[in-house]
């Protein structure tokens, strides 16, 4: 039977640098496995192919939102590989790769409230979500776990003499014109027979069980919470197409009295609601734990990961289209390219409209500026692409939208000067993840002769030899000073377009398919 493997990208329809090399990865992998490239959205495969120059005739797309549902699914594949960026998603398979573009944060905030939060979790004994909830939501700054129709917990037991029992708070929420849920519950495989209270709608109730004596000895214990679902999208007055069956606030075991949950109790209003951070953040911690191998696409990424997560990777560089080929004939056109959005990783298009502005009010002239780029449907992201455009009146600046890859490598064929500027005025201390975690447009640009005149921060260091195959630069003075050279000495601009085809070619769709292959081929020889 041909091993199959699914490839997961949440974001896969927005078609950017990641889905690129998701599709790329799925491509590579599909001559010699059976693979499924999945996303939540249905999106056509032509589309996909035409938007990021990938074949996927071998490949199955399907639509799974495993934001919307349990990740039993996960359990069909040989191998799963999580290609989402900013998510550590569950998975039921055994073997599991997940490719970092930029770690999320795991550390729970200050190390001494980190230390305080992980003291108490531990004393309290909380249980972690192991399967069958779906990724946690939050409510008014609360973090709950809806679960499907069969969940399971590992709780830690405590070592004691006395009877210990499962405390657990649980919200049946239902439309209007539903009963409440009946939910059963399984304590190291034994159903418990004791009565359970009836669940509220609109508050958590608290249900505390014994722990059979049998299991006390245990390290931990494994409950199970079987629940009625429903669906809230079956009336028509939600979206969420989700089979739900209960709310978990939190679950902890208990040997009877604890003085020190006694005094936070009548000190700090829902003691236990109030740790559900770090049910999460232990959640995540056990969710990364599956994931046998981490790819990481840069250096920079490579090194948060280690920060972050106190794990080593493997790197992974992305691979890169090239755009040789035409007449070799520039014309006077600095090309940028990058989504239009709104938000903490936008591409500085502002920015970079005013250094060339200034350029032209300065005297520069017979010069265009052409931002390039895929929009998004959200109201912040239309708005922000309508500000850029009334900033550019006036000027010899274009601004095309999800325009087609052949398009592109026209453009970077026919460019003379790249530009990239995400992560201007950012801290990198503080704010890491607003930096380009790689770059591959930088190296698509490259790969035509188009000279590289690029922010020399995080993974854009990794690409460019300053002044052989490009110019770095920290401020804008720079970026226009660096930019007026390569326009005012054609020689200069020719020697460092030479320099960046060269450079180029190091990262190549070839090399990344020969190593993409090469540590696949490896985990699934791992024993899961």
Sequence with gaps: MMIRIGIYNHWLSTLGGGEKVTGAMAEALSHYYRVDLIGPERISRSLIEDRINVDLGKVDVKVINIMERTPSFTKDYDLFINATHGAILPTMCRRNILYVYFPIRLDGGPPLKRKLKGFLFRRFRYGYPLEGFYPADRYQGTVLWWTGPHAKLQVPLPKSTHPLALELAVRGYRTPDAAPPQIRLRIGGEEVVETLPALSRHHFRRIRVPIPRRLAQREFIEAEILADTFCPAADGSSTDARDLGVMLGWARSTNGFDPIHWLLSRCIPDVDTRLQNQIELLSSELRLDRYQTIWAVSRYTQRWIRRYWNRESELLYPPVDSASGGNGTKRNAILSVGRFFDGHHNKKHFEMVEAFKAMCDAGLRDWELILVGGTHTGKIHQAYL?????????????????????????????????WHATGYEEDESTAPERFEHFGMSTVEAMSAGCVPVVIGRAGQVEIIQDGRSGFLWSTLTDLKRYSLMLIRDEHLRQRLADGAIARSREFARDVFVANTLRTVERALCRPA
């Design 386 to 418: 309508e500000r850029l455009k009334q900033s550019c009146a006036g000027y010899p600046i274009s601004i095309l939208t999800n325009i087609p890859f052949a398009r592109l490598q026209e453009l970077y064929r026919a460019s003379a000067l790249y």
